[in-house]
């Protein structure tokens, strides 16, 4: 299912130019070199890249075709980076050719009124009889990292990872990647779908729920034509996989006057809400939390509702806790048991909490952020741990990391995320916790937010 | 265009979702009534969207008498605005603490149930839930816990409290309806009524 885009062996891009700030050089540089600006995540495209354009011999080094026709080899995929009015002619070079998956980047169609939407259905027209597969019109195109394919015009490679994004916004496509390479955040794929003419969310949904690179799903979304459907397909997907959804604007179907006090009650973004705790899906109140709820929830297990804090500052403890009950997250009471471990475990500070959240104190070193962290999770009902670090000078924040990832290791149904709060004295232990799936979060109530979302996984899960 | 009282009332009925006992009539006076005091006076017109917006809703009428009296205001009244179709509606009136329940019809997700505390409060505080249609039970029990003031629901004070299943009865049976009946455009009941014992259907408004 929809192979041809993810994962084809060969692929054309139809409008390839030899002016290098167009759309048309930018896609056949992301090809070549896996993106058009500079970056250690860039990988060529290992398949046949075939560039067509009718008045150039060659673009970036590489023989340039004429015609689709001209090509001997078969292609699996093609990118149209044409004018809108010429796209039909060379969509149905495409259909004789036998090209299954077709991007189309340009932009006109729908989006533009009546004699764009016209366009479009032609297009579709096409696309129907030879059985092509239509991604976009008005799009930026995909990314799929692990197979080193960047078929869109968008800045570069993102880094290979577990959450696959779909966005109705090309344009926040780009930023989003600028954004993940500093802070090394992963994607599976991503792909723009513009107008959606074709393949919506429902069909990409249906694919990242078989996909095996893709652990949870980030959507950003503007609207839905058929909300019954994508209610039915999320319902089904979020069995397998993790859905977070960022809704932007409200739909001018949703807006209509209503003289009924009922009417004027549900507004448009109010109906999506519920469409989505239906059906599963994550709520993203922006887009950090988008993608923090999203690498969460691909990286961790589900949780109960009953969780520890461990931190090494009271007022750190105390901001989290607050955050954690704002949003309904039980903290859970520590046992005699847990207790009389800690006090003779000998490494717990005479003046340590003895209680929910569980402060060390400044001066705790890994050996008690180790202790506390095996002790808390042996206690049968506390099912996830929220573990914050403030830097003291005599902090160990990679020592205290690896106590984090050898729990993760040996409770690996119990989540847990972090908080290591600051920012240059910690980068290279965030980056340990990071590259091993631990999330981190630089302020406390992310990391709640995050918990919560496992445990409003748990609660769908098991409801 | 606003479905008439009566057969409203017919489709509570089809759907299980129980109303005041009602007396539907036109003339303007009246000998006897069958019904217990005190009552509440309303008109039904098509002419008429917002009944309280027009002071056609007389409440906590005492006697025979006062009912007339305020027949024959009522009567005057439709003669000054020239409403010509219209019946007279009189209820049994119902104690218990105010509910908004309704029905909407949406482009994109077709039909949306919506739930909340009543009177001004749900238009200052707006706490409702809403749900898209057909609903499971689940989404009827998430839409009752997603009230603020759901703690009403467990008692308060001198309110008594009520089953959360009853409640999601009600909007089963709503959901229900919404269903089956496509050619209803939007429902609104404002108020529903509930105490300890029932849950009563007090004003239901649905437009076609």
Not at chain 1, 88 to 117: N, Q, T, W, Y
Not at chain 1, 358 to 368: C, K, N, Q, S, T
Request: charged share 25%.
């Amino acid at each position: 299912m929809l192979e041809q885009f993810f994962n084809p062996n060969s692929v054309a891009v139809i409008g390839a130019s030899r002016n290098p700030s167009s759309a048309g050089q930018g896609v056949v540089k992301s090809l070549l070199k896996g993106g058009v600006f500079k970056s250690k995540t860039n990988k060529p495209f290992k398949g046949k890249i075939y560039p067509i354009n009718p008045k150039a011999d060659s673009i970036l080094g590489i023989k340039c075709y004429k015609n689709l026709l001209d090509i001997k080899g078969k292609i699996d995929l093609a990118v149209i980076v044409v004018p809108a009015k010429i796209v039909p002619f060379v969509l149905r070079d495409c259909a004789k050719k036998g090209v299954k998956g077709v991007i189309i980047i340009s932009a006109g169609f729908g989006e533009i009124g009546e004699a764009g939407k016209e366009l479009e259905i032609e297009v579709l027209r096409i696309a129907k009889k030879a059985n092509i597969r239509i991604i976009g019109p008005n799009c930026l195109g995909l990314m799929r990292p692990s197979n080193s394919l960047n078929a869109s015009f968008g800045p570069c490679m993102p880094h290979s990872g577990k959450v696959a994004f779909f966005s109705q916004s090309g344009a926040l496509i780009d930023s989003v990647i600028d954004w993940s390479l500093e802070v090394n955040y992963g994607f599976s794929t991503v792909v723009s779908i513009g107008n959606k003419a074709d393949i919506g969310l429902g069909d990409l949904l249906k694919w990242a729920k078989e996909d095996k690179k893709t652990k949870s799903i980030a959507i950003y979304l503007e609207g839905l034509t058929d909300g019954k459907r994508f209610m039915r397909i999320a319902k089904e997907v979020s069995k397998y996989k993790p859905i977070v959804a960022l809704k932007a604007g409200r739909s001018k179907t949703g807006m209509k006057a209503v003289s009924s006090h009922t009417g004027s009650l549900a507004g448009s973004y109010e109906i999506y809400k519920a469409a989505f705790k239906q059906s599963g899906v994550h709520i993203a109140d922006n887009v950090d939390e988008l993608f923090e709820k999203a690498e969460a929830l691909a990286s961790q297990p589900p949780c109960k509702n009953n969780i520890a804090i461990i931190t090494n500052g009271g007022g750190a403890g105390v901001l989290c806790a607050d955050h954690c009950e704002k949003l309904g997250i039980n903290l859970a009471e520590l046992s005699f048991e847990t207790l009389d471990k800690l006090d003779n475990s000998g490494r717990m500070h005479y003046a340590y909490s003895r209680r929910n959240p569980l402060d060390l104190v400044g001066d705790a070193l890994h050996d008690r952020y180790d202790i506390a962290i095996d002790t808390l999770l042996q206690q049968k009902n506390i099912h996830g741990l929220i573990v914050i670090q403030t830097l003291q000078t005599m902090t160990q924040p990679i020592l205290d990391a690896k106590a984090v990832l050898k729990a993760r290791k040996k409770y690996p149904n119990k989540p847990i995320v972090t908080s290591y709060m600051g920012g240059k004295f910690s980068r290279d232990a965030v980056e340990l916790l990071e590259n091993n799936h631990v999330p981190d979060f630089n302020v406390p109530y992310k990391a709640a937010t995050a918990m919560y979302a496992l445990i409003q996984r748990y609660r769908w899960l098991n409801r | 265009m606003l479905i008439e009282q009566k057969e409203v009332l017919k489709l509570l009925r089809k759907y299980n979702l129980v109303y005041p006992k009602t007396l539907i009539f036109s003339e303007s006076k009246l000998e006897s009534i069958k019904l217990k005091f005190p009552v509440a006076l309303k008109v039904d017109s098509s002419q008429i969207i917002h009944k309280s917006d027009f002071g056609v809703v007389h409440i906590g009428i005492k006697d025979l008498f006062e009912l007339n009296r305020h027949l024959k205001t009522l009567s005057t009244l439709m003669k000054m605005h020239n409403i010509t179709k219209y019946s007279f509606i009189v209820q049994e009136m119902v104690k218990g603490q105010e509910l908004i329940i309704g029905m909407n019809r949406d482009e994109v997700f077709d039909t949306v149930i919506v739930f909340g505390l009543g009177g001004v409060f749900t238009e200052i505080i707006k706490d409702v839930s809403m749900r898209v249609a057909p609903l499971t039970k689940k989404d009827c029990y998430d839409m009752i816990d997603e009230i603020k003031g759901k703690k009403i629901f467990e008692g308060y004070r001198n309110i008594k409290p009520i089953k959360k299943e009853r409640l999601v009865e009600v909007l089963m049976n709503l959901s229900k309806l919404a269903m089956n009946e496509k050619h209803i455009k939007e429902i609104d009941f404002n108020p529903v009524m509930f105490n300890e014992k029932h849950i009563t259907v007090v004003d239901a408004r649905m437009i076609k």
